[in-house]
C-alpha cells in the first residue's frame, strides 16, 4: 500500500503575511503517522493547536482561516495546496502571527521548502477519502462539486468579467494522474485589483499586498512589470486554491472537482455537504502499485 509521508527534516521560512501585513516566522516540523495537518500557535502560551478540519474554518473572507476558540491562523489555503501536491500526509505547522507568510503569492516557495527539508515514508498506509456519489452546493450562480474518480482530477471555469483576465484562459482541467503539482499548479499567483484595495485595507485585508506576492490589475490591464507566468494563471490559481481548502478535510481525496467561480466560503461548503453524507464517501487505502495519481506526486524526494 502507498505510505504516509512526512518531512525528513524541521525547516523555517519568514515572510509577511498578505493580510495582516505582520512579519511572520514559519516552522514546519516532521510529525507521526496519523497526525494530519496540525498549525500551532506558537506565540501564545501554551501554545495553541489548530488541526486542520473542515468545521475548524469559520472565516473565508479573501482566505480560509483556521480557528480554535479566539485563536485563528489564516491564509492556510497556499501552503495546503503545496502539502498535498507534494504528498505529505503529517506535519506541525509552527507560526508566531495570525496568518501563514504570503511569500511570492503562489505555492512554489512552498515547494522549495517542502524539498528542501525532503520526505520520509512512514510505517503506516496512506489514508485516502473516496467519494462514493456526487455531492455539488451552490452559492448563487457560484457552484463547486465532487463526483467519483480514482485520482484527483481538478476542473475550474472563472467568470470575472475583467478585460485583462477575459483574453486569458478561462477554463482549465488538471488531473494528478497525468501532471505532477509543481509543473501544472504551483507556480500560480493570487490576485487583486486596485479598485479593491482601499476598501480591504479599511477592513483590516491586503496590509501586506505588494506587487512582489500577487497580480494586481487596474481596471484594464496587469500592472506587475513581468506580466502573467502564463496564460492560464488565473484559472489555475483558483485550481491551487480549491487544492489547499479541500485539503483541510485532512486527508487527500479520489474524486473529480468540478467547479463554476467558485471560492474559500464554497469550497469549505462543500466538504460539510460531503462530510454530512456519510453515504457519499469512504475511507480507504492504495495499492503501492497504482497508478491513480502520478508517482512524483507523492514519493519524491523520499529516501
Not at 58 to 85: C, F, P
Not at 212 to 228: K, M
Not at 278 to 299: G, V
Request: hydrophobic letters at 40%.
Amino acid at each position: 500500500m502507498l505510505k504516509q509521508c512526512t518531512l525528513k527534516q524541521t525547516i523555517a521560512t519568514v515572510g509577511i503575511g498578505l493580510h495582516s501585513g505582520r512579519k511572520v516566522k514559519l516552522v514546519m516540523r516532521p510529525a507521526g503517522p496519523d497526525t494530519g495537518i496540525v498549525f500551532r500557535r506558537v506565540d501564545i502560551t501554551p501554545a495553541v493547536e489548530l488541526p486542520a478540519r473542515p468545521t475548524g474554518v469559520n472565516d473565508t473572507r479573501l482566505a480560509t482561516t483556521l480557528n480554535e476558540g479566539k485563536v485563528i491562523v489564516s491564509t492556510i489555503e497556499h501552503l495546503m495546496s503545496a502539502l498535498v501536491g507534494l504528498g505529505v500526509d503529517n506535519v506541525y505547522i509552527d507560526v508566531d502571527a495570525p496568518e501563514i507568510p504570503i511569500m511570492d503569492g503562489s505555492g512554489a516557495s512552498f515547494v522549495y521548502l517542502i524539498r528542501s527539508a525532503g520526505l520520509i515514508e512512514q510505517p503506516a498506509d496512506k489514508k485516502f477519502v473516496r467519494v462514493k456519489k456526487p455531492v455539488i452546493v451552490h452559492d448563487g450562480d457560484k457552484w463547486a462539486k465532487l463526483e467519483p474518480h480514482e485520482g484527483f482530477i481538478l476542473d475550474f471555469l472563472i467568470d470575472f468579467g475583467h478585460p485583462a483576465i477575459d483574453t486569458t484562459v478561462q477554463h482549465a482541467v488538471v488531473d494528478l494522474g497525468e501532471e505532477t503539482y509543481e509543473e501544472a499548479v504551483s507556480r500560480a499567483r493570487t490576485f487583486g485589483f486596485v479598485s479593491d484595495v482601499e476598501l480591504l485595507r479599511s477592513i483590516g485585508l491586503a496590509q501586506g499586498g505588494t506587487m512582489e506576492n500577487a497580480i494586481v490589475l487596474d481596471e484594464f490591464r496587469v500592472l506587475n512589470e513581468g506580466g502573467l507566468r502564463s496564460q492560464d494563471e488565473f484559472v489555475k490559481h483558483k485550481i491551487l486554491d480549491a487544492m489547499g481548502d479541500l485539503y483541510v478535510l485532512g486527508r487527500p481525496l479520489l474524486a473529480r472537482y468540478s467547479a463554476f467561480k467558485s471560492g474559500h466560503a464554497v469550497n469549505n461548503k462543500l466538504l460539510r455537504a460531503l462530510l454530512e453524507d456519510e453515504t457519499a464517501w469512504e475511507y480507504t487505502t492504495l495499492p503501492e502499485a497504482s497508478q491513480t495519481f502520478k508517482r512524483a506526486q507523492h514519493l519524491s524526494e523520499i529516501d
